[in-house]
């Protein structure tokens, strides 16, 4: 990776990956095509085979002078690991599929094989396909992914750098199968996969790579001695081969902290580092001997974030480490795969906030730039693309920084619980095992159409706002006859639960073209948190109110809480996120507030992703709950205490955020819990929590209808741990993904079940 030398270090330029779904998410309809039939292998290749091309044409033509390949994934690049590796389950063998439809059965299962699980990446919102190992897993090397890649571009004339994930952290990534016993620890596999990625290392180097790329994300967590011995003996043995290209240790997400050292007394070659959440490692860089002879790529630029780089700022963290290793390549922090490709494709983007931005394509740009500058060369450049930017910042809004300032630490409290509850049992007057469900109703194809209309403007927005209070009258009519407590409106108005909110609050901006993948064939577009949060109007009194108004049941409000709001945006990191959580608490609180006045006696904030946002080393863990739980408490707090307030929580194990749950102080707590068999009760119980809690006991992630008896045993066993009277009987998550012929009968059964567990 070089391309001048000056006095020091040798300069060098690469990204550590690149997005592979395509500018127009072309991959992500080839496989959708594919998995339905409508077109054959050969199409969904040429179309990859394209993809690849173009992301590596692209990349050499902007002055990388090391181009990642194998980045490219039909699915996610874990599963291609184990592919690659053999370590495919028995359960998918047995299908007797093709090598291709086997992958894709791992991923997305088959008959009755259930797919790998699915789980983030990090704290990313990237989800990876969890290996499956057991004593019994022998590692083959039985695929050639990373060397068919390389030649296909080497054919173009690029010669690339192979990427993929690294021994250990593959091993830590992966979950012990269901046959293994409770002693295996996936790490006891290590040996054999090592020999395994000696063996792909030939192929490469015989190939004529010179550089291979092994990520070991897993190290910036927590790690123990045995995990750090682990990488130490793996990267000695791999450093140790004769027949093989040279290593770069990729880390990015946070800093090394005892694993850079660690790789440091190694003999691999290159070292990167995510420089932008850890800008400390340049210092212990310097520090460190073993660096002396090695490079590294210094992920300066914003691999996770939409924001354009300070050059400056960049430019001297690089410099830093000029005098104390052998060779700098500016680099991202991460693999571009999580930022969408390219801003040019934004046409509607107020000026003020494009300029701020980059996508991939132009954070390849800096990169470039700033190598060039580094080695002494083209500063103007880069100057007048630093001051550009410089000119302009998130707008501010005196009258939020005021509200702000002028916060006391009792707007976040609420009254006790004890007098809470008895007010709200006073104004509800609600049964033990209380029935409600999470909020939104399937998501017919009839709302679909309406919402596609609206946007190819075939119809107008009143008729579509006709048509969504028609589908309200509908779901509060269904929930009337189901016999359900608590009714919602059913949120068909929403296209989904943070954009919905970010199109109508200030300080948001939405893109056209920006999209990421989150898993497989499925991308989100994330909404742009650029400046000042406030709300301009009302958000959702008109659809609660209007729901409201057809029933003498309570009709139960529905938001988004702020931190869920932050972790499915991209977020201003001009300030710290703590205080952008703060500004959509305030108006989150303003919203309870207009629900209150309209008649709305329930309010969930809905906190999903309040696991999401967890910091992955523990040091860093209270800070992150202390601003989470006072943000949703300050969007809260606000309210009546006959005003019951409820949250809802998914998509997580909730050990680590057990007394964060506590602390947001609901009224009631919704929680995903059915296929768990209400562990989450015990968790709680252990803590002392003394609130009302609905634990779901019906797992809306199948397609199967539960039935009664199921039901009223989840229940029961509920009622082992929590008292009856604050017990609440409801599904484990929102119903939009499911549709009708499940959904009537499951609620029907579980009122009854409800019914039951009264008696
Ligand atoms: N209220 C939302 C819904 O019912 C909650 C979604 C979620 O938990 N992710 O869809
Ligand atoms: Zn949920």
Request: charged share 25%.
């Amino acid at each position: 990776m070089t391309n001048t030398e000056p006095d020091t270090a040798r300069i060098g330029a690469t990204v550590l990956g690149y997005p592979r779904i395509g500018p127009r998410r072309e991959l992500k309809r080839a496989l959708e095509r594919y998995w339905s039939g409508r077109i054959d292998l050969a199409e969904l290749r040429e179309v990859a085979t394209g993809l690849r091309a173009d992301s590596w044409r692209e990349l050499a033509a902007a002055r990388l002078d090391s181009v990642p390949s194998n980045t490219f994934s039909y699915y996610d690049q874990v599963l291609d690991a184990a592919v690659l590796f053999d370590a495919i389950p028995d359960r998918f063998r047995a299908l007797g599929l093709s090598d291709v439809d086997t992958y894709f059965a791992m991923a997305r299962g088959s008959g009755t094989a259930q797919p790998l699980e699915m789980t983030k990446w990090f704290d990313t919102n990237y989800h990876y396909l969890v290996p499956e190992l057991g004593p019994g897993t022998e590692f083959r090397l039985v695929g050639d992914k990373p060397v068919a890649e390389f030649r296909e571009a080497e054919a173009l004339g690029v010669r690339t750098r192979p990427v993929l994930v690294g021994p250990v952290s593959f091993l830590l990534l992966a979950k012990p199968d269901e046959f293994a016993p409770a002693d295996f620890r996936t790490l006891d596999l290590l040996d054999g996969l090592v020999e395994r990625y000696a063996e792909l290392l030939a192929q490469l180097a015989e190939a004529g790579a010179e550089w291979v790329q092994l990520d070991e994300p897993a190290f910036v967590g927590d790690r123990t001695e045995a995990e750090l011995g682990a990488l130490r003996r793996a990267y000695d043995q791999l450093a140790e081969l004769t027949n093989r290209p040279k290593l770069v240790v990729a880390s990015y997400f946070g800093d090394l902290g005892a694993a850079l050292p660690v790789l440091a007394d190694t003999a691999v070659e290159a070292i990167a580092v995510d420089l932008v959440s850890a800008p400390d490692t340049a210092d212990r860089i310097a520090s460190l001997g073993g660096m002396r002879a090695k490079t590294v790529l210094a992920g300066v630029v914003d691999g996770r974030n939409v924001w354009r780089t300070d050059l400056r700022a960049a430019l001297s963290k690089c410099a830093t480490l000029l005098g104390s290793v052998a060779e700098v390549s500016v680099s991202t922090s991460c693999s571009l795969l999580h930022v969408p490709y390219d801003l040019d494709a934004e046409t509607a983007l107020e000026p003020a906030v494009a300029n701020r931005l980059a996508f991939a394509k132009q954070k390849v740009a800096e990169v470039a730039l700033l190598a060039d500058a580094l080695a002494g060369g083209q500063r103007d450049a880069l100057w007048a693309a630093d001051n550009a930017m410089a000119s302009t910042g998130g707008a501010t809004d005196e009258r939020v920084r005021a509200r702000i300032a002028a916060l006391r630490p009792e707007d976040a409290k609420r009254v006790d619980y004890e007098e809470r509850a008895i007010a709200q049992r006073a104004q509800l007057g609600l049964p033990s095992f209380a029935t409600t469900t999470i909020g939104s109703f399937p998501q017919t194809a009839e709302i679909r159409q309406a919402r596609a209309d609206l946007r190819a403007d075939r119809i107008d927005e009143s008729e579509y706002r006709e048509r969504m209070r028609a589908e309200v009258a509908r779901v509060i009519r269904l929930q009337e006859e189901l016999g359900l407590d608590v009714l919602v409106h059913g949120e068909p108005e929403r296209n989904d639960m943070v954009q919905y909110f970010a199109e109508l609050l200030d300080g948001f901006a939405a893109t056209e073209h920006g999209w990421v993948q989150s898993y497989g064939s499925r991308c989100v577009r994330p909404p742009i948190l650029h400046g000042d949060v406030s709300r301009p109007a009302a958000m959702t009194v008109e659809w609660s109110g209007y729901a409201q108004s057809l029933t003498t049941k309570p009709v139960k409000g529905m938001l988004t809480g702020p931190v869920t709001i932050l972790a499915w945006s991209f977020v201003r990191d001009d300030q710290p996120l703590a205080d952008t959580a703060r500004q959509v608490a305030l108006a989150l609180r303003d919203e309870v507030s207009d629900l209150e006045a309209a008649g709305i006696g329930v309010i969930q904030v809905d906190e999903p992703a309040l696991r999401e946002l967890l910091p992955l080393r523990a040091r860093d863990r209270a800070e992150y709950l202390e601003w989470a739980v006072e943000s949703f408490r300050l969007a809260t707090a606000g309210a009546a205490e006959g005003t019951q307030i409820h949250t809802h929580l998914c998509y997580s194990e909730f050990g680590d955020v057990i007394e964060a749950i506590d602390g947001l102080d609901a009224d009631v707590t919704t929680i995903e819990a059915a296929r768990s068999k209400m562990e989450v009760l015990e968790d709680l119980r252990a803590i002392g929590f003394r609130r009302g809690v609905g634990p779901g006991v019906y797992d809306i992630h199948s397609p199967l209808v539960p039935d009664e008896a199921s039901m009223a045993e989840l229940l029961r066993l509920a009622a082992d741990a929590v008292p009856a009277e604050r017990l609440w009987a409801n599904p484990d998550c929102g119903l939009k993904t499911r549709g009708y012929p499940e959904v009537e009968p499951a609620l029907r059964h579980m009122v009854g079940a409800a019914k039951a567990a009264r008696a």
